[in-house]
């Protein structure tokens, strides 16, 4: 069974940054696509930031060139690297794996962004 587990929420003050990290365990968490996902008050769950297990990446429109993903293959971990936060961040992040076919999400970490 896979297992994913986030650290490093938080708050933090417009402009400031953080940093998210997603442990995965299980026999396909070597496999596949980690992702973070956010959804924040009223809104649907959206992708934040995608990598393949080869290291490509894929990014919203609203983080491209504020937030970086980034993955250990060795660790299989994933970090998500969030820089210049507004108070429109604020949401709980969902750690994901794509793998096979099948969807696996992490318990979430709470990210608010005070103004």
């Known amino acids: 069974q896979v297992q994913l587990v986030e650290s490093g929420g938080g708050l933090v003050q417009a402009g400031g ?11 396909l968490s070597r496999f596949g696509v ?9 809104n649907q769950r959206e992708l934040v930031a995608a990598i393949s297990s080869g ?11 504020r937030f970086t993903i980034s993955r250990d293959n060795a660790k299989n971990t994933v970090y998500l690297q969030m820089n210049n936060l507004k108070p429109e961040d604020t ?3 969902y750690c994901n794996l794509n793998s096979v ?7 979430g970490a709470q990210v608010t962004v005070s103004s």
């Open 17 to 27: 940054s953080l940093r998210l990290s997603c442990a995965a365990s299980g026999s």
């Open 34 to 42: 980690l992702g973070w996902y956010r959804q924040g008050p009223g």
């Open 55 to 65: 290291g490509s990446t894929d990014y919203s429109d609203s983080t491209k060139g």
């Open 91 to 93: 949401a709980v992040y």
């Open 101 to 107: 076919g099948r969807q696996f999400w992490g318990q």
